[in-house]
């Protein structure tokens, strides 16, 4: 592959627009990966920080939803003895256990996506 600037053997790709590059017009960004211009390095950058804004919203999305799912496990265990104690109806007693069960499990597994988030 030639560069197209200088029609020598290329060395690399400019991650941002796919041009090949020689050791003259490859320029290090602030990631260290090649790009052929500051605008391309720019855009580089801005992209990169925008990637990591959604991967910190989308820990703390991920937060949240284990500790809403927490607590709806706990109002429906709650619910339960409840029902247990005021309206003793088996059906409503284990509906209320198994959406219990079902909004704790959902919590664990919303901490586990955030734990590996965070790595």
């Known amino acids: 592959m030639k560069c197209g600037t200088h029609n020598s053997e290329a060395i ?5 627009c ?7 017009c490859a320029k290090p960004s602030a990631t260290e ?4 211009s500051e605008h391309c390095a720019t855009a580089l950058a801005r992209n990169d920080k925008a990637l990591q804004l959604i991967l910190q919203k989308s ?6 939803g284990a500790f809403y799912s927490y607590l709806c496990g706990a109002l429906s265990l ?7 104690f005021y ?3 088996p059906f409503l ?5 198994g959406c219990s069960v079902v909004f704790i499990a959902s919590g ?5 996506i955030a734990r590996k988030q965070k790595l």
């Open 33 to 36: 990966r090649m790009t052929c």
């Open 93 to 97: 007693i284990w509906f209320c256990v």
């Open 18 to 24: 796919g041009r090949a590059l020689c050791g003259e």
């Open 59 to 64: 820990f703390q999305t991920a937060r949240a």
């Open 78 to 84: 709650a619910a339960a003895v409840g029902a247990k």
């Open 108 to 112: 664990i597994w919303y901490c586990l």
């Open 12 to 16: 690399g790709i400019c991650v941002c």
């Open 87 to 89: 309206l003793p109806s």
